[in-house]
């Protein structure tokens, strides 16, 4: 009954959509230069690993990956610890602004990185910050924090009120409640915070870029660099390309089953 | 609902309020101090009031122009992607398999274009666009359709139109299908015992269930195409000539290209504002869409 | 309207070859009447909503058939087996005004605009919605959203039978009396099949003129609440019905006599030899039961205590391991430790493995 006619060959003709320029960039991945440049091959025939070789063999390579990877991680583990207080604030108080300051919160996630890909640049070079992974996991937070206080709002809102008052009364202090308590009821909600903040901060480049300059350049920044004096290496920018898919593709394998709660709530 | 008040919860929020302000609040406040100012490089600068405002809004001037042309792209843009993301992604989500592994399967493959880096989104169909290595672009081209975006204009924009489509549509058919799944069953009965045919059900039950994701796609939608900036840059540079030149590229290219610090920054305060209200129509809309329903959030 | 026959039907959640004893309804044959006004009554998980479920083609039965006067409806979709239900939380079409809610199975189906609008105006009365008719029905309170459901199913004046799965479990226990009487004024208005499942025994006996009872997937008695009451078919029919429940305690039968913890008591008929190897018990409604003075021809039994309810007063008492309730007459003074037990032998039953076992007067 919540199914249209067809709906078998809408979906699958819209993965196709989906997995083919993928499955193109991931072919290229596995064929040599001169495959690519003087034939059209569906698949390679002359399969190679040489691209994947240079990637994980050269250290400017994959420091990128590790760049990008420490940055997110960072950037994830403050967005959710400071935004659980303020989830939980939100959730269950009322007090002066509260409203203002939400909307507030909500509009920096709407605000272009353009717009602070400047500012920052000075800020971050004014506190010798720049060009370490801090600098990107702080400025991600702009976006990434109120993102966090958004979901988890939403999961604490769903936690009877009951409960937090009855733990007081058994004597238990704030942290105490909210760490063996509060955390513990709703950590698929900060699984499912955690994965968004993960995922903003892994896509973003723009910032990213913007404040590394050489010891921290994040992979993506890092794949720019396939031009050389003989021509654009597409093999090799195929090849950086499919692994930065890969850390999404298994993180979404790992949350797969949370994603629709998370959506659900209406709060990405 | 019976929140109570206590303006101790301050202390709970001060850490975001913190880490938002330094990352929101100085960078601003640089923006607004550069706005009024003229630089000639060598950190000299010289006082210009509203200046670059002026300049900005009229479109007589070199940077009006730039700005209001690329402001008109970058509308047309969204109301593009928008007119067919939206409706697109209420049918992918009406096509979700029901029950079984398939549904794990399509959620993966659907969440899959999200969690790829913008650049890399920009790579993958810089190469698969390209008429002499690219899938898509040698198949157009060898149907007989010339087909090349780095050249012609039209095709540039269809490019950019079709990436944006494979990168975000999902989002919003994951939004609805979670909309979806959260309609009771007895709904779907109750349907069939009023004798609904299939389009009687997706209007007065699923449509409306549906609305507050809708309202919530819409705005990221939007938001996010009109600050869309690295895909484009990376398949197009914004070209050919500036046809894919939106607000964001333009800012960049002032602000890091020609490091005309008062004319970006004036120019990043216009594009916020914009930013601003329209989020604070969609933010006053969804509130109210909100207190119409006290009981169904009780429930939920 | 219709006469619906239910031929062998049968359902399970695990397909047709799922072992009997998990079918969540085990086979029933059975007849309803047109115009008839039915309770389906039984413990939440008897089976009872599947059966209704079943009706109205929300699910397919693994096997059996449906006979809408007479005519096989099984492989039928629901929009096309007229029939309308009521769920037991409302559902109201968010976008649309109250009347619009109230025309909206009518205008699916081709009703002309005048016949709708006339026939939503007078369901509008009955409900007392009229007031409402031009509101977005969201807005409106539970109690008002339910009414609606109600009306939705009851505007359809050509339906087989109106189906209600628990309809007034949302509604505040003083507004749920006063729905119940006018869904009762409603059925005789209207002249419709009505089909009403409810785990609640008063709301079951007040609202249907025929009681069908459910236990563990099957049918287990149907008739009017004074059958159920008078001759219960099935001890679960016995202590579900009627409060306190009929008392069942094993007991051993032949002839006229059943013999009780080494007492006999005697019977209105005669059960002849009962089966050997069956569990025989015995069941009497603590109405039909009353306590005395302790006397050398009394079962005589331990008090254990007395509940006042009021009007009457009910003795829980104890005889070996069985127990009883038994009414206390007006004016008796209970003694302390035992009393002696009087049976009605004309409301005394004979149970083998649960069923009522007819005698020979």
Redesign the interface.
């Known amino acids: 009954m919540n199914s249209i006619p067809g709906r078998r060959i809408i979906m699958v003709v819209f993965l196709i959509f989906l997995l083919l320029p993928i499955y193109w960039l991931v072919n290229m991945s596995f064929k040599t230069n001169t495959e690519i440049v003087t034939t059209m091959t569906l698949w390679p025939h002359q399969p190679t690993l040489e691209n994947y070789k240079r990637i994980f063999t050269d250290e400017s390579w994959y420091s990128g990956y590790i760049n990008s990877l420490t940055y997110v991680l960072i950037n994830t583990v403050i967005s959710i610890s400071v935004a659980l207080p303020a989830a939980y604030a939100f959730s269950r108080y009322r007090f002066l602004g509260d409203k203002h300051l939400f909307f507030w919160l909500l509009s920096n996630r709407m605000a272009p990185a353009a717009v602070f890909a400047l500012p920052f640049f000075n800020l971050y070079s004014a506190i010798n910050l720049f060009d370490t992974p801090w600098a990107v996991a702080l400025a991600h937070c702009i976006f990434n924090v109120p993102l966090a206080v958004w979901i988890l709002e939403g999961f604490v809102s769903g936690v009877p009120r009951e409960i937090d008052e009855t733990a007081f009364l058994d004597g238990y202090s704030f942290p105490r409640f909210f760490v063996k308590i509060l955390v513990p009821l709703i950590a698929s909600g900060i699984g499912v915070a955690a994965f968004f903040c993960f995922m903003f901060s892994w896509v973003e480049l723009l910032l990213a870029r913007t404040l590394t300059s050489v010891n921290a350049k994040p992979i993506s920044a890092i794949m720019t660099r396939t031009v050389s004096a003989a021509g654009m290496d597409w093999g090799l920018l195929a090849a950086a390309g499919v692994l930065t898919i890969i850390p999404g593709a298994l993180v979404i394998w790992f949350v797969r089953n949370y994603i629709a709660r998370g959506f659900a709530l209406g709060r990405v | 609902m019976d929140?109570?008040?206590?303006?101790?919860?301050?202390f709970?929020?001060l850490?975001?309020?913190?880490?938002?302000a330094?990352?929101?609040i100085?960078?601003?406040m640089?923006?607004v101090n550069y706005s009024m100012q003229d630089t000639f490089g060598n950190n000299q600068f010289f006082w210009n009031g509203v200046g670059w405002f002026k300049e900005l809004l009229d479109p007589s001037t070199d940077l009006g122009g730039r700005f209001l042309a690329s402001l008109g792209r970058n509308l047309l843009f969204s109301a593009i992607i928008l007119a067919i993301e939206v409706p697109?992604g209420i049918?992918?989500a009406?096509?979700?398999?029901?029950e079984g592994w398939t549904v794990?399967v399509?959620?993966?493959?659907?969440?899959?274009?999200?969690?790829?880096?913008?650049?890399?989104v920009g790579?993958?169909?810089q190469?698969?666009g390209r008429p002499?290595?690219?899938?898509?672009g040698?198949t157009l081209n060898s149907l007989g359709i010339d087909y090349n975006y780095v050249s012609n204009e039209f095709d540039a924009w269809a490019t950019v139109i079709v990436m944006d489509v494979?990168h975000w549509?999902?989002?919003v058919a994951?939004?609805c299908?979670?909309?979806?799944?959260?309609?009771?069953d007895?709904?779907?009965?109750?349907?069939?015992?009023?004798?609904?045919?299939?389009w009687?059900?997706f209007?007065?039950?699923?449509?409306?269930?549906m609305n507050?994701?809708l309202l919530?796609a819409v705005l990221?939608r939007f938001?996010d195409s009109?600050?869309i900036?690295?895909e484009p840059f990376v398949v197009t540079g914004g070209g050919p000539g500036n046809s894919t030149t939106f607000?964001?590229?333009e800012?960049?290219k002032i602000?890091?290209g020609q490091f005309d610090?008062g004319k970006?920054?004036a120019l990043?305060l216009v594009?916020?504002l914009i930013?601003?209200i329209v989020?604070?129509i969609f933010?006053t809309v969804m509130t109210n869409a909100g207190t119409?329903?006290p009981?169904k959030k009780g429930a939920a | 309207m219709a006469r619906i026959d239910l031929v062998d039907l049968a359902h399970s959640y695990g397909g047709n070859d799922a072992p009997a004893e998990s079918f969540a309804l085990k086979p029933v044959t059975m007849t309803w009447r047109q115009g008839g006004a039915y309770a389906l009554l039984g413990p939440s998980g008897c089976g009872k909503t599947t059966l209704l479920n079943l009706i109205s083609g929300i699910v397919t039965p693994s096997r059996g058939k449906i006979l809408f006067d007479g005519a096989d409806i099984t492989p039928l979709s629901t929009q096309k087996r007229n029939i309308a239900q009521v769920f037991q939380f409302p559902v109201i079409y968010d976008t649309m005004t109250v009347g619009q809610n109230l025309a909206f199975p009518l205008q699916n189906r081709g009703v002309p605009k005048a016949e709708v609008e006339a026939r939503v105006r007078q369901i509008a009365d009955l409900l007392d919605l009229t007031f409402y008719l031009d509101r977005k029905a969201t807005r409106l309170t539970a109690d008002a959203k339910q009414k609606i459901s109600l009306g939705r199913g009851l505007v359809r004046s050509d339906v087989a039978a109106v189906l209600f799965d628990e309809p007034l479990t949302v509604i505040d226990p003083e507004l749920k009396w006063q729905l119940r009487s006018k869904l009762k004024a409603l059925h005789r208005e209207l002249d419709l099949t009505m089909i009403y499942v409810t785990h609640d025994q008063t709301e079951a006996l007040t609202f249907a003129d025929t009681v069908v009872v459910m236990h563990d997937g099957r049918v287990v008695q149907s008739g009017t609440p004074a059958e159920l009451f008078d001759k219960p078919a099935h001890t679960f029919v016995g202590y579900f019905i009627g409060s306190p429940g009929m008392n069942i305690v094993p007991a051993a039968v032949s002839g006229h006599e059943a013999r009780v913890d080494g007492h006999i008591i005697g019977l209105h008929r005669n059960y002849g030899v009962l089966p050997a190897g069956a569990k025989i018990e015995i069941g009497v409604r603590p109405e039909f039961l009353h306590v005395a003075a302790p006397a050398s021809g009394l079962l005589s039994a331990a008090i254990e205590r007395i509940d006042d309810l009021g009007r009457v007063r009910f003795a829980r008492v104890r005889v070996g391991d069985a127990k009883f309730s038994a009414r206390v007459p007006p004016g008796f003074s209970v003694p302390d430790n035992m009393v002696g037990l009087v049976f009605d032998p004309a409301h005394v039953h004979v149970y083998a493995d649960s069923r009522l076992v007819e005698g020979v007067a």
């Open positions: 929140k109570t008040v206590n303006q101790k919860a301050w709970l929020v850490p975001v309020f913190a880490v938002v330094f990352s929101a100085l960078p601003l640089t923006v697109l049918v992918v009406l096509s979700m398999p029901r794990a399509c959620l993966v493959i659907l969440a899959l274009p999200l969690l790829i880096p913008w650049n890399v790579t993958i169909w190469i698969f002499d290595i690219g899938l898509l040698y494979w549509t999902s989002l994951l939004l299908y979670a909309g979806l799944k959260s309609i009771p007895a709904y779907y009965q109750a349907a069939q015992i009023d004798g609904a045919s299939r009687a059900v209007k007065a039950i699923q449509l409306p269930k507050r994701v919530i990221l938001m009109f600050m900036y690295t607000v964001s590229i800012l960049v602000a890091l610090l970006a920054a990043s594009y916020n930013i601003l989020c604070w933010y119409e329903r009981e």
